[in-house]
């Protein structure tokens, strides 16, 4: 497959997994890409880890705004070309969806507490406040004691809703780790992450205004690492006697060498007791291939200690448990 075939045939999976759906603009936009060879051409010129659909689309929309459909996209590259690509080349798709604690809550809320809770590519470390936000697990809604309205509520569809939690981990520890981590209270950053939020979805982008305040009330150091460092000491500071527990979300599909991803997942299962993935199927698939089925189309899987648990939505918006097993602690 030639290059801008390999570009296309990623345009064309981005839409069909992850934008079909929630989206209409950026499905719009995503198909443009794969069918424009003007469009494929300029993605050619840079790094592979750079062409990816998000970082374009953030990009064009950082710069120009959001395109109205394919045309106005392939004539924003024809005239900012250039700024489109700086922007593309500094940047990151660090997308920081607090809405994925939603995901984390079923297990936090079964496993031993305190919880020292540590995350690798933690952006701003948004998903580190989980006790902090309320959740709408469908008519059953869990709120913070004493929150008003500006903490966000996160909506998730939970199957089945024995898996519910009644109760808030308590966190007793935080900690995480980024490679280019991003600060809460910089506006310039701030403006980033607002942009990486796709443009139908308003609530999706209120709720991360929340969430980043709540993040500036209780500032947090993120230390700034690579995924290939060694992860050994990433608990220091803990308190002694909390579970510790290491968490990511998309994240280790930005490693590309797959057997150098299987010797970071032994040294994330060697620095924790609990490790809680949300990933691709095709990110971790010898973990995957234990699953009894497939995915459903679009969706993630949750994993627990090295064992698929459930199906989620990439944002948080649902989970679906795998088999009958209803501790997902493990």
């Known amino acids: 497959m030639s290059g801008t075939a390999a570009i296309a045939r990623r345009y064309r999976d981005f839409v069909d997994e992850q934008v079909r759906g929630r989206s209409p603009i950026y499905v719009a936009l995503g198909l443009a890409v794969a069918e424009t060879p003007e469009i494929l051409a300029f993605l050619a010129t840079l790094p592979a880890p750079k062409q990816q659909p998000n970082l374009l689309l953030a990009a064009v929309r ?10 106005a996209l392939a004539a924003a590259i024809r005239s900012r070309g ?10 990151s798709t660090q997308t920081n969806e607090p809405g994925r604690c939603a995901l984390l ?3 936090l809320a079964r496993l031993p507490q305190p919880i020292a809770l540590f995350e690798i590519g ?5 998903c580190l ?18 929150a008003g309205d500006d903490v966000p509520v996160f909506p998730c569809a939970i199957e089945p809703a ?7 981990p308590t966190i007793a520890w ?20 607002q942009t990486l939020v796709w443009p139908e979805q308003t609530d999706r982008a209120d709720r991360l205004g929340k969430a980043l305040a709540i993040a500036r009330q209780d500032p947090m150091a993120i230390r700034k690492r690579s995924l290939l460092d060694p992860l050994d000491d990433v608990f220091d500071g803990a308190p002694a006697g909390a579970t510790r527990v290491l968490i990511h979300s998309s994240v280790l599909a930005y490693i590309d060498d797959g057997e150098e991803r299987r010797q970071v997942c032994d040294r994330i299962r060697a620095a924790c007791d609990v490790w809680i993935c949300n990933e691709a199927t095709r990110v971790l698939p010898w973990i995957a291939e234990k699953a009894p089925a497939s995915p459903p189309n679009g969706m993630f899987m949750q994993a627990v200690n090295g064992m698929p648990v459930a199906w989620t939505d990439p944002h948080g918006a649902a989970l679906r448990l795998i088999g009958d097993r209803l501790d997902l602690s493990l």
């Open 174 to 193: 935080r900690g995480g780790l980024d490679i280019n981590p991003l600060d809460a209270t910089d506006p310039e950053q701030v403006a980033w992450l």
């Open 62 to 71: 950082h710069v120009c705004g959001v395109p109205a459909d394919g045309t």
């Open 105 to 107: 809550m079923p297990a």
């Open 129 to 146: 406040y989980p006790e902090r936000y309320g959740y709408d697990y469908g008519g059953v809604r869990l709120m913070p004691e004493g």
């Open 82 to 91: 250039e700024a489109i690509r700086a922007v593309m080349l500094s940047h």
């Open 122 to 126: 933690t952006s701003a470390g948004l």
């Open 162 to 168: 024995a898996l519910i939690p009644s109760s808030y």
